[in-house]
């Protein structure tokens, strides 16, 4: 069975500096990974996807996040915070082939001043 | 605006009740996928159709049912409704059945069980 772990409920960094989400994954075989992000009140807002290829890979918005198979995480990164980067960030795993998509429980980010 | 639709926006209805939430999903996506999201349950996948037909099974309660019509859209029928079905119901969808596709998600359908 397929999973993932998202470590911290919540992560909380200042205005300018650079943040990290985290996110562990279990699958059998080769994995697709997503990140998706939910404001209040709304639905998830697709952000960047990990099909194959170069282990960096750039979403909207200025994140990106880096795919370690060896550690089998995909951590979501951004530069520099902003403010209205608040919310709330899901990891997901699909295996090649597979039909269901499992998602983290959510880490929730707060960008303060 | 992710151009995946649903209706209504909110329910609220009493225990042991029928209800049936509606999706339209983007312009030409063949793949409609319900989730269920809640506090204790977070995230959870229901069910999938692929085309009008069922392609996956998640952690979907034999009281509720799904389909997908002709003209794509799809419905989720929730019955015999328990307090513990409050939540939050997603609708996603996806161009094509393949894993490598990303799923958009709707509004969502906010149902309270009195």
């Known amino acids: 069975a397929q999973s993932v772990a998202q470590p911290e409920d919540q992560v909380k960094v200042a205005e300018g500096n650079p943040l990290t989400v985290k996110c562990t994954y279990s699958v059998s075989g080769n994995p697709y990974l997503f990140w998706y992000v939910q404001y209040p009140n709304r639905g998830l807002q697709f952000l960047l996807k990990y099909i194959t290829g170069d282990n960096l890979v750039k979403g909207s918005y200025g994140f990106e996040a880096e795919f370690n198979k060896s550690q089998t995480s995909f951590h979501l990164k951004k530069p520099s915070a902003l403010v209205s980067d608040s919310a709330l960030y899901f990891c997901?795993?699909?295996?090649?082939?597979?039909?269901?998509?499992?998602f983290g429980t959510g880490t929730q980010l707060k960008v303060e001043l | 605006d992710s151009g995946v639709t649903q209706t209504p926006k909110h329910l609220i209805t009493a225990t042991g009740q029928r209800v049936t939430l509606r999706c339209s999903p983007r312009?030409?996506?063949?793949?409609v996928y319900w989730y269920q999201q809640s506090l204790d349950q977070g995230l959870q996948f229901l069910i999938q159709y692929y085309n009008g037909e069922e392609r996956a099974k998640g952690n979907i309660l034999e009281r509720f049912s799904a389909q997908q019509f002709p003209d794509l859209h799809s419905e989720l029928n929730l019955s015999s409704l328990e307090l513990g079905d409050s939540a939050l119901y997603f609708c996603a969808s996806a161009h094509r059945d393949s894993a490598g596709y990303e799923q958009f998600f709707g509004p969502g359908t906010r149902l309270t069980v009195l």
């Open positions: 312009s030409g996506d063949l793949s």
């Open positions: 997901a795993v699909r295996p090649m082939g597979g039909n269901k998509l499992t």
